[in-house]
Each structure stands twice: as structure tokens, then as C-alpha cells.
């Protein structure tokens, strides 16, 4: 009876880093065929245990720009001095397929994505508390302490955005944070204004026809 779209949602899950969110976004793509991610470009330089079209795009800084020039990002922002940005060819064939598309994006990123598509599911992460989200920025040994030092002053910036998001997640425990989330998006797909249309079959024509009949006799009952 109700007919709901047949194109995909588009996720965009952000929030501060050392939050967990790409732990987060591996454990949904575990339990679900529907979801894919969406990975995105970065100028950064690569980590050791990271690889390339896996967790981002390696790409140069020269590169990056060059594909700014050709307009093939959706988005794209500079954080800690490096490129980030979504591609356009990583959504659009995607979502047409009925995918959720998850964008695994920074908050400057997140923002210019709701500005341009605002009826995405936007959800904030956050830690439980900053001296937890520090413990996390020390134990990656990815960074020297001035770089810590920043991404953790970024952080406290960053979380007065929470209210520009449709729901904020708090991952201390990892699988409650999941769990949370798919509670997210099974109720957004259940969403009024996610229904195309409302379709009547041939068995509810039958019964609002017999219905009309009934009533036209009690009518004509009630006149006689």
C-alpha cells in the first residue's frame, strides 16, 4: 500500500577527531548489505597501517587542487593544513541504486553537505568525555604532541556544532553506538516524508466500493 523511494539515504556521520567514528562506520558496513561508504580524497599523507582507496584517496596537494578546478567534488574543505573533500562520482550512481550512502566527513565538510543536500540524515559522535577523547588522541602514536595538542583545541570548537546535526551519538561503548545508530536509520526510513506515494490495490477498491454500496442502501432504507 505505501510506496517508499527507491533511492538510497545519504548518512553523514561526523564529529571530532579521536570520537571513533571510523570505528563506528566499519561495524555498520559489518551487519549491512544496503550501506556503502563513501570514501573520500584527502592531501594527507597516508599512515602506516592505512591504504589507499581503502580508508581515504591519497592524492597530492597539486592533484587535489587540479580536481578542485575540474569541479568533481561535492565538497571539499582544509583542515590541520591538509585537503579533504567528497567526490561526486562516489554518491550519485550509488544512491540511484537504493544504496545509503555513509559520508565519513569532517565537520567543516558536514556542513557544506547539509547546505547543499539539507533532507540527509546528519549524526554528530562524540566521546564520552574530553579527557577520554585526549586518552585516544595519545594511544593512536600517529602525531607528535603538537599536533595532539591542536586536534584536541579543534575538538572543543568542534562540538558546539552538535546542534546543526538531527542526532548526536555518544560512543563510549562501541556496540551501544552502533546499536543507536541503526535504531537511527531503520526510524528514518519509517519517516512520513520519506513516502512517495500511497498506492490503492484492486482489494482495497473492492472493500471502499462495498462500503459505498452498504451506505447507499442504509440510505434508501431510511427514506422508505
Partial sequence: MIK?????????????????KGTIVQELLKDSSSLYLSISMTSRPKRDYETDGKEYYFVSKEEFEERISNGEFLEYTCYNENYYGTLKSELV???KRGKNVILEIEIEGALNVKKLVPEAIF???????????????????TEDNDKIISRFKTA????NEI?????VVVNDELNEAVSNIEAILKSEKLRVDRIEDIEVGNEEELVHEFLLSDKEMQNKEELI
Avoid: C, H, Q, W
Wanted: charged share 25%; net charge positive; no cysteine.
Fill in 4 to 20: 517508499r523511494r527507491t533511492t538510497g539515504d545519504l548518512i553523514v556521520i561526523s564529529g571530532p577527531s579521536g570520537a571513533g
Fill in 156 to 159: 572543543y570548537k568542534e562540538i
Fill in 163 to 167: 546542534s546543526k546535526y538531527n542526532y
Fill in 123 to 141: 549524526i554528530f559522535i562524540v566521546p564520552p568525555t574530553m579527557k577520554e577523547l585526549l586518552t585516544r588522541l595519545r594511544k593512536r602514536g
Fill in 93 to 95: 550512481d550509488n544512491l
